[in-house]
């Protein structure tokens, strides 16, 4: 029997994850139907349950929906409780069950598809909203010392204060970076979404470094500052998103899918 799974946002008509989770299923020659779900913004919770008394297995979660999610979940995995936000639902006798595979996704691209290891490695992360939760807790784990910074530093000192004791993990304000470079920056802001470009002094780039926009589908005004100042290599979001598709596949179905060709027939 087929098993169904979706992906649940608001707006959600743009979403190219039933596209990526149809090629994994093909190439793995697994039976499972995904579709685009649009639930109104007061109707998370009535959709969940309508999917969960269908018999669905689970379902993505996606803008604005991943805090709702977290609050939701009967059960969580580690990472979805540091990132306090959940992309990745299991339906599992009648619970609901969470992950967040946003970090794993986005680390996997940039240390295997683009080849950037990131143990000991200064990373500077812009942002202090769900995107830049969901990833710290990943990039911590790889071995990076991590600076983040946020328009609003409280919400960066808040992010950072739980990882502390473990490693080395600052907050820092745009300003503060003056003078300070990075082997890797990564826009984990909304900037982007508004053709804008966080007020970052010049000199941020070390030799080697790698600029990174979660935003995909266009050139970013980071990427065009990143390359302007000299980074290595510039990589959008693209990666990040079917990797952390393949990561929630995996999950689910116990079968990890390949991205490369998956990410090359987005990009073309
Ligand atoms: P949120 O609304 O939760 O957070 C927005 C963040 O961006 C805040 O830290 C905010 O700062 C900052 N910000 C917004 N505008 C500016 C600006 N002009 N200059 C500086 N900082 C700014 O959004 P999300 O974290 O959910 O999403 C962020 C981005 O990540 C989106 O573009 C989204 O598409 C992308 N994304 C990509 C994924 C992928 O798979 N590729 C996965 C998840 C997200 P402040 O707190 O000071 O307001």
Redesign the pocket.
């Known amino acids: 029997m087929t098993d169904k799974y979706a992906v649940i946002g608001h707006p959600i008509s743009h979403s190219k994850s039933p596209l990526i989770h149809q090629a994994f299923a093909t190439q793995t020659h697994q039976d499972i139907s995904y579709q685009a779900i649009e639930a109104p913004l007061d109707g998370f919770i009535s959709t969940i349950e309508r999917l969960v008394s269908e018999g669905y297995k689970g379902c993505n979660v996606?803008?604005?929906f991943?805090f709702e999610a977290f609050k939701l979940c009967k059960q969580l995995t580690g990472r979805a409780q540091a990132a306090r936000a959940v992309?990745t639902l299991f339906f599992r006798d009648g619970e609901v069950l969470g992950d967040n595979t946003?970090g794993a996704?986005?680390l996997n691209d940039i240390e295997q598809n683009l080849q950037c290891k990131l143990l000991f490695k200064k990373v500077l992360l812009?942002?202090?909203?769900?995107?830049?939760?969901?990833v710290i807790w990943q990039l911590f784990n790889a071995g990076a010392t991590i600076t983040v910074a946020?328009?609003?530093v409280e919400?960066?000192r808040q992010m950072v204060a739980e990882f502390a004791p473990y490693g080395t993990v600052f907050a820092s304000s745009?300003e503060a970076l003056a003078g300070k470079s990075f082997d890797v920056v990564v826009?984990?802001?909304?900037?982007?979404?508004?053709d804008?470009?966080?007020?970052l002094p010049d000199g941020l780039f070390a030799a080697k470094s790698l600029a990174y926009?979660?935003?995909?589908g266009k050139q970013t005004p980071f990427l065009t500052f990143a390359a302007a100042q000299g980074a290595a290599q510039c990589a959008?979001?693209?990666?990040?998103?079917v990797?952390?598709a393949a990561e929630a596949f995996f999950k689910w179905r116990e079968v990890r899918p390949a991205t490369a060709a998956v990410i090359a027939q987005l990009r073309a």
């Open positions: 996606t803008v604005p991943k992309n946003d996704g986005l812009m942002g202090a909203g769900g995107a830049a939760h969901g946020n328009r609003n919400k960066a745009y826009n984990a802001t909304s900037s982007s979404l508004a804008a470009l966080p007020p926009d979660m935003m995909y959008d979001g693209l990666g990040m998103l990797e952390q």
